[in-house]
């Protein structure tokens, strides 16, 4: 999987199953557990949280990252509509904090979040790199997929010519008007796959 892929992947999970606002709530909920808890509008940020996950299972990489933090068990439909009926009876979130299912709930969206943060800070740090869709119009990326096979130093140095040699055959054909610029590799993300971003005066 490419870092870059995954980032992406987990920050689509995290705001895809709302794990900013259920976090909030809950902390917001510790900070006085004898206090009120508003668990009918706490329900509804679950349900929306429930309808996104189904949606994401259709997305392998997003189903890789569920499996790895055991998120299949809390949203299993079982499970999740003995949290969301345990929830919006509740009026004060001591009445839930240490059952399992609503702490499984809690670290899962806590692990989210830790996992975005470490993805975010450790693995992209590069501003271009995390916006590469925002940048200017003449970086082209491309997704390398060596299928079953394993791509070797070779083989990426002949990929990386064959850009060079497209790259040149474009700007030939170019306004004069536009001075010729080299082929820069402004993003590679390596992984079973790898993305590569070039850029030049197209």
């Known amino acids: 999987m490419q870092k870059l892929d995954y980032t992406k992947t987990l920050q689509l999970i995290a705001d895809q199953l709302k794990s900013e606002e259920i976090m909030a709530a809950i902390e917001k909920g510790i900070q006085s557990l004898q206090g009120g808890f508003d668990g009918n509008n706490f329900t509804a940020t679950l349900?929306?949280?429930?309808?996104?996950?189904?949606?994401?299972?259709?997305?392998?990489?997003?189903?890789?990252?569920?499996?790895?933090?055991?998120?299949q068990l809390v949203y299993d439909n079982a499970n999740y509509s003995q949290l969301l009926n345990r929830t919006v009876t509740?009026?004060?979130?001591?009445?839930?904090?240490?059952?399992?299912l609503f702490y499984r709930f809690y670290s899962l969206h806590n692990s989210i979040k830790g996992c975005l943060k470490n993805a975010t800070t450790l693995l992209v740090k590069d501003d271009k790199v995390q916006h590469y869709e925002k940048q200017e119009s003449n970086i082209l990326?491309?997704?390398?997929?060596?299928?079953?096979?394993?791509?070797?130093?070779?083989?990426?140095?002949?990929?990386?010519?064959?850009?060079?040699?497209?790259?040149?055959?474009?700007q030939r054909h170019a306004n004069a008007d536009r001075q010729k610029e080299d082929l820069q590799v402004v993003l590679l993300d390596s992984g079973s796959e790898f993305a590569v971003g070039v850029k030049g005066n197209y």
């Open 47 to 71: 349900l929306s949280s429930k309808s996104n996950y189904d949606k994401l299972t259709n997305n392998p990489i997003a189903m890789e990252i569920f499996k790895f933090l055991g998120a």
């Open 90 to 100: 509740a009026n004060q979130l001591a009445k839930l904090i240490y059952e399992e």
């Open 141 to 170: 990326i491309l997704q390398v997929d060596s299928g079953n096979l394993t791509l070797t130093l070779s083989n990426i140095i002949t990929i990386f010519e064959l850009l060079r040699d497209l790259a040149d055959e474009i």
